[in-house]
């Protein structure tokens, strides 16, 4: 950290790059009003009746560069509080503006206008606000020159109205929601956007052509604004919250009697600190106001990652992106690009287990988070930075056997911290950057450091630099490095986990060191892309060396690989008779690992297509040769992945229609036998112009020829080096999907209900183990003298008699022993009523309900029984009531 910190300030002391302006040369005009702005939408103000109106739109869609088919007036005034916006979008046929009212930031298809924000003037980061013709709110943040970021939350107002002309706007953006260096004479970046939805048109103040990449740095500049002050309030959000839990339990639980009465009070505060940078802090932070994490049935060996979805964590989490600044593409072909920072590690599923076996535990569901905060904005005009602290609880699980209690740490208490700088350099021609992140832990219980590290460490470096003059080419890309710290076991854990396999018996270039309390590793990758033109070309090349890992605080799926791509295409831009744009792209890949394995790689081609009738069409194909498998025994020796072929389409009708269908499908085979196939029908039903309705439902068959079982130890197993590598044929179907329903009565109150049914049967077959290394070669139990009981799940290699002792295969995944045929079932579901009573003010009521099955032993699919067992399980539900209120101070 000290490291990051000595790098960071020395950025800060590098040359600032000149000052340019791209893109329109024409300004904007903001008039300072010295009356008071009602915010009704009515435009009624003297300030209003300037002659400063911006008006000059161009289209960027349908037709790129084109006149507006309808004229849009915008004024700007200011006042020493607050900047103001009002706009008049004219309608030659005002009844067919589409006005349809959701929830805010939930995105709808709907007239709309919005105003862009580059405060700092530095032509790549910025703000937006955006209001549709009913009146439902959007805004969120600009970074990397075009990339969007709604997580943020403002406090504005706004008021839309329709009339006989058209529609008008009115806004407030108080200046404690910006952050701008304090001058005499303000520039802004500025922009405008309006959607006409029935015509699928988009104007622009400046709009960024298709063929070319940039948004942020073509704004015009707003001049006018004189003589006034970033803001300097301070926000606070106190909360409250009431929670009544009703779940499962056992009679004789000492520790649950099946219900939960909890009521906790926390709060957040948010502050300027200087004119460039935002304070953020929590305490006791409340993250029960979440949409539910989606079931999954995982039977791989790596992660699942979920979302984040806690509003601390959320709101400007894109100050913390490192690796990806500079271009605008990053593809990957099978490039397992790790996140340096995954804030859904702070506050995560207590991580320690319990000795012995007790009749029963009650372990915290999560971490509790004593404090967190974050500082984020600028140490100088093209010096952006972010640091986040976080600080969580030591936990204890209860545990009780044979009627004794005690308590055992499942958690230490631990220390997060983040840090980010990225200095731009040449008017953004290159850019450099350095982000650390650390996570230090307090053990209590010694035995508990066998089972985490005690401290790890991330080092990452990133940036880019154009080529040319006309940036047309760009290389970016980032380098790292890891070290973690524990003890003995502990590192000898990490060493054999799914990341990294250091004990697989037949590679020469990684080994378990039993001794080892500490594993340091290196990881980078960089990209060449274009930027500009019809011709579109990428390439990548990048490795994590075997001991690379950032898991502690961030998330990845391997280590041990070198991946490269080449790719190109081309984009038609130009709209036809038929259809609005089109692409068409293919490349080529590969990965291998340290030892020179080729473990992936292939061709892929694809495209997209956007019909005039606003109809809409992505597919692609792809053919994988036969490579190399290190990941698949888990540890055990390579096996062969068999060459294989996926297509996938994805099509959807025009989103502004009363019925919005889509379908997604994908299918992958391969020459072993192998294949999985995947469905997503849907439809999107607004039978008002305040409530949508979703339906989503999602059909996966998979048929696996080589499904791992296990590895079970045995000296006669000499041809797989003493351990028998146990397969079988896997049949799974799962059933699941989304249904949502959202219900607006007011821009301020809103009604959100969601489901999500899943139902997953897996069914086993011949079972069977792997006769050599580096092959998809199999000894089939029953073809072969083997047996095999389904009843206690027993297999006997050589049948009766033979030198092989038998052994019993467990469900590695579920974590019962026996044969490993499942059910699996589970509704998760929330009512949500949202009613922001006053700006940055808010009351939930929410109700959340979860219901989960599974069946052991029994893989036959069917839907009918399966929901009709899960309406019999006991739910567990849980009923919130939750205010916030907000202090400007």
């Excluded at 529609?167 to 303000?186: A, D, G, H, N, V």
């Excluded at 009679?251 to 505060?269: A, R, T």
């Excluded at 053919?623 to 025994?633: A, E, I, K, S």
Aim: aromatic share 14%; proline share 6%.
């Amino acid at each position: 950290m000290s490291l990051a910190a000595i790098a960071l300030a020395l950025l800060a002391t590098a040359p600032a790059a000149p000052d340019s302006l791209p893109g329109s040369k024409r300004p904007v005009t903001a008039v300072r009003t010295a009356a008071a702005i009602a915010i009704d939408g009515l435009l009624t103000e003297p300030v209003w009746g300037n002659g400063n109106a911006a008006t000059w739109f161009r289209q960027s869609d349908p037709v790129e560069g084109a006149a507006p088919s309808q004229r849009t007036e915008v004024r700007m005034a200011y006042d020493d509080d607050a900047l103001y916006v009002g706009a008049r979008m004219y309608d030659t046929a005002p009844d067919s503006i589409i006005a349809r009212l959701s929830r805010r930031d939930v995105s709808i298809p709907a007239d709309r206008f919005g105003i862009y924000l580059d405060p700092y003037h530095d032509r790549r980061t910025g703000y937006y606000f955006l209001v549709n013709a009913a009146g439902t709110q959007f805004d969120g943040t600009l970074s990397n020159d075009s990339w969007e970021d709604a997580s943020w939350d403002g406090v504005w107002e706004s008021r839309a109205r329709r009339d006989s002309l058209g529609w008008t706007l009115e806004m407030r953006i108080p200046y404690s929601q910006l952050r701008f260096q304090k001058s005499e004479r303000c520039l802004w970046g500025i922009n405008f956007r309006r959607v006409i939805q029935r015509r699928s048109e988009e104007d622009f103040l400046v709009y960024q052509p298709k063929k070319e990449s940039g948004f942020v740095s073509r704004f015009p500049v707003m001049t006018g604004i004189e003589n006034i002050h970033p803001g300097r309030a301070i926000e606070v959000l106190p909360y409250v919250t009431q929670k009544a839990e009703y779940m499962p339990h056992a009679h004789d639980d000492p520790f649950n009697d099946g219900s939960n009465l909890e009521f906790e009070g926390g709060g957040d505060l948010r502050m300027a600190v200087g004119s460039r940078l935002t304070l953020n802090a929590t305490v006791n932070p409340d993250f029960g106001q979440v949409e539910l994490d989606p079931a999954v049935v995982n039977l791989s060996n790596v992660e699942t990652y979920f979302q984040e979805k806690r509003p601390f964590f959320v709101e400007g989490s894109s100050n913390f992106n490192c690796g990806n600044q500079g271009a605008s593409d990053y593809w990957g072909f099978n490039w397992p690009e790790p996140t340096f920072f995954y804030s859904r590690r702070v506050g995560r599923a207590p991580q320690g287990s319990v000795s012995g076996s007790p009749d029963y535990v009650n372990t915290p569901i999560g971490t509790s988070i004593l404090g967190a905060a974050k500082l984020t904005g600028k140490l100088a005009p093209s010096l952006n930075f972010g640091t986040l602290l976080a600080l969580t609880a030591r936990e204890y699980a209860d545990v009780s056997t044979g009627g004794a209690h005690s308590r055992e740490e499942v958690e230490p208490q631990t220390f997060y911290g983040v840090v980010r700088g990225l200095r731009e350099f040449n008017d953004r021609r290159q850019g450099f950057g350095l982000m650390g992140t650390m996570a230090s832990r307090s053990f209590e219980d010694r035995a508990l450091e066998s089972q985490l590290n005690a401290q790890s460490y991330v080092l990452a470096a990133d940036g880019w630099t154009f080529l040319d003059r006309r940036q047309t080419w760009v290389i970016s890309g980032w380098s790292a490095m890891t070290n973690i710290h524990g003890t003995a076991a502990q590192i000898t854990n990490v060493q054999t986990n799914n990341l990294h396999y250091f004990q697989r018996p037949d590679a020469a270039h990684v080994e378990v060191d039993p001794n080892a309390t500490s594993l340091t590793g290196f990881g980078s990758r960089y990209w060449l892309n274009k930027q500009k033109g019809s011709w579109i070309c990428n390439a990548g090349l990048g490795f994590m060396d075997p001991k690379f890992d950032v898991n502690d605080l961030g998330y990845m799926r391997r280590a041990d690989v070198i991946n490269g791509h080449f790719g190109g295409g081309y984009k038609w831009t130009t709209p036809t008779k038929h259809r609005k744009y089109q692409d068409l792209i293919g490349a080529v890949f590969a990965s291998y690992n340290f030892a020179g394995d080729p473990t992936w790689g292939g061709l892929w081609g694809g495209g997209s297509t956007e019909f005039t009738n606003n109809y809409s069409l992505n597919y692609k194909l792809a053919f994988n040769p036969q490579t190399v498998n290190d990941r698949r025994t888990r540890g055990g020796p390579l096996m062969l992945n068999k060459p294989g072929a996926e297509v996938y389409a994805y099509f959807d009708t025009d989103s502004k229609q009363r019925l919005f269908y889509f379908l997604e499908a994908d299918t992958y085979t391969q020459s072993s036998g192998s294949w999985n196939s995947w469905l997503n029908p849907g439809v999107e039903w607004k039978p008002a112009s305040n409530l949508l309705v979703r339906v989503g439902p999602e059909l996966t068959l998979n048929h696996e020829e080589a499904q791992y079982i296990g590895a079970y130890s045995d000296p006669l197993a000499t041809a797989t080096f003493g351990q028998r590598q146990v397969f079988a044929t896997l049949d799974q179907t799962t059933v699941g999907g989304g249904f949502r329903v959202n219900w607006a009565f007011t821009p301020r109150l809103s009604l959100e209900l969601y489901a999500q049914p899943l139902v997953s049967a897996g069914k086993y077959a011949d079972f069977k183990e792997l006769a050599r290394p580096k092959s998809y070669d199999f000894t089939h139990y029953l073809e072969n003298g083997g047996t095999y009981d389904p009843a206690t799940g027993t297999i006997d290699p050589d049948g009766p008699g033979g030198p092989a002792p038998p052994f019993t295969i467990s469900n590695v995944d579920w974590g019962f022993d026996g044969h490993p045929d499942f059910n699996y079932m589970s509704l998760r579901g929330n009512a949500v009523l949202r009613w922001e009573y006053r700006p940055g003010s808010t009351f939930y009521l929410v109700w959340t309900q979860t219901r989960d099955d599974l069946v052991e032993h029994a893989g036959d699919f069917e839907l009918g029984p399966s929901f009709d067992q899960l309406s019999t399980t006991e739910a567990h539900n849980i009923f919130l009531a939750k205010a916030t209120y907000y202090f400007n101070l």
